[in-house]
């Protein structure tokens, strides 16, 4: 059971809570079928990254044999699971996925966009400079999109333009990291990257979702303004993690293990639930 859950990583599944924002910014987080139509597309995307996770798994499962630590950390590289059953487990996935575009069809086009994207990462573009810092936010924003289509709201431009750069910046964090820890031998791409360069595109990127978040926040509703401070020490914070400690290369792991980041990132959920409420 372990390593079944290992194989479809549910500590990732956190990155899913990005398909809520729709729900808190569009004000319908009072309503119990927008609510309910939410959480289905909250568990669509949990099961359909899980599935992603293991064709990544599958396609990799040589080079993560190779690997220091995923030779351990990964159940097919480490001869845990084998490869037949994860293929088993994958179908079923997809089974669930396509039940759960029949009950609910909005959530067809992001969700599948969402697994042809990651297919492309996980056979081409994650080779591909930039391109795969690139690939990696495409997520969040198919994310975003699909919580937005899950309750029936537009997706804000804002919203998507504000998700993309924080998606960069976590992205160019994630890069960063590789390379001081394991240098090139982490994945191909890194011997096109340097630390001055990637920590240059992390600024960039940090500072472009101040911006767009700041003037979202003042195009919806004045009172979220009170949250603009949280977003700052929260940029803050997280980079003091990937510099002092030494996080980062798992955004997951930063979040899941640094107490003053998840305050405020808890805070500032409040904060906006409480400026938006009707």
């Not at 549910?10 to 987080?29: E, S």
């Not at 590789?178 to 990637?198: M, P, Q």
Request: hydrophobic share 55%; proline share 5%; net charge positive.
């Amino acid at each position: 059971m372990t390593a079944l859950l290992r194989l479809v990583r549910p500590k990732q599944w956190i990155k899913n809570t990005f398909v809520l924002a729709p729900l808190v910014f569009a004000r319908l987080y009072a309503d119990p079928r927008s609510v309910e139509l939410a959480l289905l597309t909250f568990v669509m995307f949990c099961i359909a990254s899980s599935a992603c996770y293991i064709v990544n798994d599958i396609h990799d499962i040589e080079s993560d044999r190779a690997h220091p630590v995923k030779r351990l950390s990964r159940p097919l590289a480490a001869a845990t699971i084998s490869v037949r059953s994860a293929g088993l487990l994958l179908a079923t996935l997809y089974g669930v996925l396509i039940a759960g575009f029949i009950v609910h069809p909005p959530l067809a086009v992001p969700i599948a966009g969402y697994i042809l994207l990651n297919l492309a990462y996980t056979y081409y573009l994650k080779h591909q400079p930039v391109l795969d810092i690139f690939s990696i936010a495409s997520g969040f924003v198919l994310r975003v999109y699909a919580g937005a289509e899950g309750i029936g709201v537009p997706l804000s431009s804002w919203m998507a333009v504000t998700t993309l750069c924080l998606a960069l910046f976590l992205a160019a964090i994630k890069r960063r990291q590789e390379l001081a820890t394991a240098g090139t031998d982490a994945r191909k791409v890194l011997l096109e990257y340097s630390i001055s360069l990637v920590d240059r595109y992390a600024e960039m990127s940090a500072v472009g979702a101040l911006i767009f978040y700041s003037l979202f926040v003042m195009s919806t509703n004045t009172r979220l303004v009170v949250t603009i401070p949280l977003v700052i020490f929260g940029l803050f914070r997280y980079w003091y993690v990937v510099e002092a400690k030494e996080g980062g290369e798992s955004p997951t792991d930063a979040l899941l293990t640094d107490w003053p980041l998840i305050t405020c990132i808890a805070a500032w959920g409040v904060a906006c639930v409480y400026a938006l409420m009707p």
